[in-house]
Structure formats: C-alpha cells, structure tokens
C-alpha cells in the first residue's frame, strides 16, 4: 500500500482565515493521502474544518501552508485556468444542495460539464442520456429541476458529477436535504459507481449513519486528524 | 465551449426573464433610435443643402479671373492655362473669351431679317464644355465642327423683327398664357434658331463700313444656368479658335492691335472632387490670378452642418448612453443572482474566459436585438416623417411649380448609417457588459457549496 502513489496526497496543509483582528485556524497541518479506489469519509462536526478540507482538497481554495497533490500535480500552485481544465478531466462533484441549473434540462444538466470541455451537443447528450438511464431517470430526460423531486435532482447530480468518467468525485453532503430512505438509494448509487469505475470518493459528512458506507473514515476535530481508520475486510 | 453552446446558453438565460430582457431591450431601441433619427435629420440637412449649392452652381468648377491690366500682373495666356491644367486635382482647364470692347450683331433668317445686337458671346474649348456644366437641350456637342454655335436658351428672343415697326418687333417670352397647371407657357419666338443660321458680323469701328462676316450653323441649344453665365441664357458659345480668329480679322480691319496679346480674361478650371476645390483654388491664387467659387460659400455652410449634426447625434447619444446604464443594471442583477450557478460552472470545469465570455455575449445581445430593431423602427419613424414633412409642404410646392426637383427629404438613413447603428449598439452592449462580466468571473467556484 505505501508502494502505491496516492491519488491524493496532502501535505502539511494549514487554513488560517483572517477574522477582524482575530485568526481562526480552521486547518491545522493536516497530512493525509488518499489512495485509488478508495471511499473515503471526512467526518466531523460542524465547525471541525471538513468544510474548509474538501475545499482544499478540490482547489476551490489556496491553503496558507502546505500543498495538495492530486495524480503528481500540486494543484494549489495552479492558476484559475488550468484547474478548470483540470477539473474537466480529473474531478467531479455531488452538491448538498444539487446545483442543478434551473434553465436546462436533465439532460443539459448532466451533459454540461462536456459541454465545457468543447464536446459536441449531439454527443455529450448521448451519454448524459446513457447516465440518466443509469441512475433510473429515463423517463425524466428533459424535465427541468422544478419540475423534479428533491430525489431525483440528485440522482442528475450523481450522473452529472460522473460523466466525465472522473478520477475523484467530492461529494458534499449529497443527502443533507433528503429523507432517510432516498438517503440509503441515493448513497447505495453513488457506490455502484464508485465500485464499477474504481474510482475515489471523497464523502464530506456530518451524520453518523453515513459512515458505514465508506471503507475509511478520516474523523476532524478543530482543524486536526483525530481519527482514521479503515473498514476492516476492505482489499488494500 | 464551442461558440454555438455559448450562444445557446447565452439566449437561454435571456430568455429567463422575459420582460427583463424586454425593457433592457426597449432602452437599446430607444437609444439606437434617438441617434439614428438625430443623425439622419443632419444627413437630410446637408444633403438639401448641397442640393440648394449645385443649383447655384457646379460645386467643382473654378472661374479663374485675370488680374488687373498693371504691367506686372499675370498674364492669363495659353502658358498659364496649360500650368493650371498640371496641377494636382485638375479634371479640365479652358479659356473663356469674351470681348466686350468689340460691337457684334447677330442676324437670322432670310435677308438679316432678324437682328441681335446685345448677344452675350463666348468662346471656350468645346472638347470640355460638358465636363464644364454646359448642358444642351438639343442638340449634340461636335467639338471638331467648324463654323457652329450653340445657342442659349432664350437666344431666339433676344431678336428683333426688322420688318415690324419698333415697339413691336420682339416677341415678349413672358406674355404668354398660363396652362391648366398655372404655370406660364412660352409663345414660339420668331424663328426656329436650331434650324436657322446665324450670321455674325463684327464691325470695325471704323468709318470705311468694313465688316467681317461669318455665317454660323447652331447645333445645339444650351440649358439655361445662371451659374454659368448669360452665355447659356441670352447669348451663345462657340469654339474659342473660330473665335479668337474672328476678332483678329476684326483687329486687322480696325488697325488695332489685337487685344489677345495680353491674355483671356477669364478661365475655368473643373476639379476632380469637391475635396481638391480648395487646393487647386490656392494654387492658381498663388499663380497671381483671382478666382471664385461655391467653395467660399459651401465651406462655412458645411461646417455649421456638421456642427449641427455634431450636436443632434450628442443627443441621441445621451440616450444610447443610458440605455447603456440600463444594460449594465440589467447585466449586474443577473449576475448577482446567479452567482451560485457560476460558481457550479465553475467548479465544474467551466473556464473562467468562457465564464467572461457567456455574459459578454448576453450584453452583446441585448445590444444587437436593440440596435436592429432600433434601426427597423427608425426607418419607419425616418419615412413618417418625411411623409408628414411632404404633406405640409406640398401646398407650398405648388407655387413653386418651376422647381422640378422633388423636395429633399427630412430625414435620410444611409445603409452605412444603419449598419453603424447596430455595430456601435453592440460595442455599447459589449462595453456595458464588461464591467458586469469582469464581477462574473470574480466569483469563486467555492459559491458552489456555500450552504445558506
């Protein structure tokens, strides 16, 4: 397992956000790497530093120290440009909130990020179409997301944060405003995929109940790592 | 992105909010509008009144004067006119002869029954005659035909029946009835003057009653323009070789010497354009000859016009101006609303010069729509008003039945007026937008998981 590259590596990260006069330091030299294939939960309460995590770990924000290496590339060094392209290939993303865009479609919704690598419409559609089949949204293609269930808003997003076939997919609470049950529809969705493609997620949480779908669970407390343990019988 | 996906995503969120886009929309016709008419007014402007100067007079022809007769004053001989014609500008140069010292009388019809004696004569080089103005009504230029006038207009009047006792021997062009139009009719003057030739005896002053004869067949009948002279009205031209020699065997029959030694006594010069008039008119000042033409009058009258049209396209453009606000505003609410949905954009992979580029374009758009319509509805707002300005002067046309041209309209749009329209109503458009834009592309991926 150390032989391996990691997917992610982050290194010595520090966020300290200014306040007034006041510091907060929200990351405390965190260092973690996170393998291919790997399910990997960041846990913690609110106000523990998951948030200002996941936002270093997708390059939506630069950290005061340190650095975050995704695939060999530092991506805190890059400019704005090369993330979005970077982002393009390379990541994905499952919002609390869906973050569906109230113009489009199901189907433009889903195609968009090929739309923003310069894919042609006819056959981005095609393949948003073939996701939103897979997510069981066939009969939901040219809906708009007033017109869908909170439910199925996420199951766009999921297919949406996958259609790029990305190498890691953050996902931000992705049942926070769902039902228990949709909850377990909408999670067991995201492992499937998880599964087929091998590919890294990186589950940002608050509930307890979320945990048991990750094989390792990162656990922060005041911007520092107190706990990180992998599910046992998981094949490293 | 590809640009059709730009424009695709461009129009949907225009489309968004409707009656938004609309009166942003409405502000860019308004705008476009007020300077397309306020510029099309100045245009209509100028061009009546480049109309009402050519009426004058050709705007390009020059008259080139000869100094005073002193001892050291040019001399407007062949040299000089042959110089004029090498300067810069110049189209065409010809002398223009005519000799006032040196009685004339014109006679017509059989047996010198008719008679002219105050006939205004010039001679000029027929080759030019027409780049010069001169226009026939009947007849053709034959610039190689020897022993030929053209007669102005009202020449046939200005003879005398000798046959008819005085007080009656003219025919009054002026005593004619008037037609169903009111307009006057011309009676027929005695004789046909294309169809009769003329007889031009040139006395000598002298006691011995020697003349020199010269019969002149007329080809052609000038259209009268005082511009040009009496020449075109009450007199007639003729090649200026046949007659200058005319006037040397006049010379010689007087024992004069003849007067053309020391020069013509006038020339004119057509230039090529009305942009050369001034250049080509220093020139020959410097060359020592005094000269006259419409450019004196044209020049302070085109300047007021453009300060005029200076001043009504300011106007328009105040309105263009706030319309512009009105796009800023528009471009800057939306934004502040969608900051969300750029940040997903963004996190999506979206790049941030698309990000700029998607509400440039919807500011580029609501610009285009509102200046193409603007331009539609001032074309209809141009046409009303110049009908309305044709209903309230046509009662005054018709006392000026004489002028045949149809009055010059109000309100001209040339298509590079429209055209310029558009363009600059989306250079408004993008330039409103850029601001807004600049915000856009401000706003970080992170607004994406902002939870609120």
Known sequence: MEQKRPMIHVQDVRKVYRMGDEEVVALNRINLKIYKGEVCCIFGTSGSGKSTLLNQLAGMEKPTSGRVVIRGVNISAMSEEELAAFRQKYIGFIFQSYNLLPSMTAVENVAMPLMFCGMEKRRREEIAKVLLKRVGLSHRLYHYPGQMSGGQQQRAGIARAFVTRPQVVFADEPTGNLDSRTTEEIMKMIMGFARKYNETIILVTHDPGMVRFADRIVTLKDGNIVGDERKEGYCE | ?452
Not at chain 2, 87 to 109: D, F, H, K, M
Not at chain 2, 232 to 251: H, P, R, V
Not at chain 2, 265 to 272: H, S, W
Not at chain 2, 357 to 372: D, R, T, Y
Request: hydrophobic letters at 40%.
């Open chain 2, 1 to 452: 992105m590809r640009t059709g996906d730009l424009i695709a995503v461009c129009i949907q969120n225009l489309l968004r909010h409707k009656a938004r886009t609309f009166l942003t929309v409405l502000g860019v016709v308004v705008g476009c509008c007020s300077v397309v008419i306020m510029i099309s007014i100045g245009i209509g402007m100028r061009r009546a009144q480049e109309k009402t100067l050519a009426q004058m007079g050709d705007l390009t022809v020059i008259q080139v004067h000869a100094a005073g007769k002193g001892a050291r004053s040019a001399v407007l001989n062949k040299k000089a006119i042959s110089r004029m014609k090498e300067l810069e500008g110049t189209e065409a140069v010809t002398p223009r002869l005519v000799q006032e010292n040196v009685p004339i009388t014109v006679y017509g019809g059989r047996d010198k029954r008719y008679r002219a004696s105050y006939a205004t004569i010039v001679g000029i080089d027929l080759r030019v005659a027409e780049i010069m103005g001169y226009s026939l009504t009947e007849g053709k230029w034959q610039p190689g035909r020897k022993n030929c006038i053209y007669a102005g207009q009202n020449l046939a009047y200005m003879f005398e029946d000798t046959k008819r006792p005085e007080g009656n021997n003219m025919v009054d062009m002026y005593s004619g009835d008037l037609d169903e139009n009111g307009s006057p009719v011309m009676p027929p003057p005695f004789f046909d003057i294309m169809k009769t030739p003329v007889t031009l005896e040139l006395d000598s002053g002298k006691e011995d009653g020697k003349k020199v004869v010269q019969t002149m067949e007329t080809v052609g009948k000038l259209k009268e323009d005082y511009a040009k002279g009496d020449e075109t009205y009450m007199g007639m031209i003729m090649d200026i070789d046949t007659y200058q020699s005319l006037l040397e065997q006049q010379a010689r029959l007087a024992g004069k010497k003849q007067e053309q030694q020391k020069g013509y006594q006038g020339a004119l010069v057509k230039v090529k354009d009305i942009g050369s008039v001034a250049g080509v008119e220093k020139e020959i000042k410097k060359m020592g000859f005094r000269t006259s033409s419409m450019e004196s009058i044209r020049k302070p009258m085109e300047q007021e016009a453009r300060q005029k049209q200076l001043m009504l396209g300011g106007l328009g453009a105040i309105s263009l101006f706030v319309a512009a606000l009105g796009i800023t505003n528009t471009m800057i609410m939306s934004i502040s609303e969608r900051t969300r949905e750029i940040g997903v954009m963004k996190s999506l992979g979206c790049y941030v010069r698309d990000v700029r580029k998607i509400f440039l374009l919807e500011a580029a758009c609501i610009g285009l729509i509102g200046g193409v319509v603007g331009v539609i509805v001032s074309y209809g707002i141009s046409l009303l008003m110049n009908l309305a300005a044709l209903q309230s002067s046509s009662a005054f046309s018709d006392v000026m039945m004489e002028t045949e041209s149809v009055p010059s309209a109000l309100s001209v749009i040339p298509w590079w007026l429209a055209l310029f329209a558009v363009l600059f109503s989306v250079a408004v458009g993008v330039g409103a937008g850029y601001y807004p834009a600049g915000k856009a592309v401000g706003i970080p991926a992170l607004e994406a998981i902002k939870h609120d």
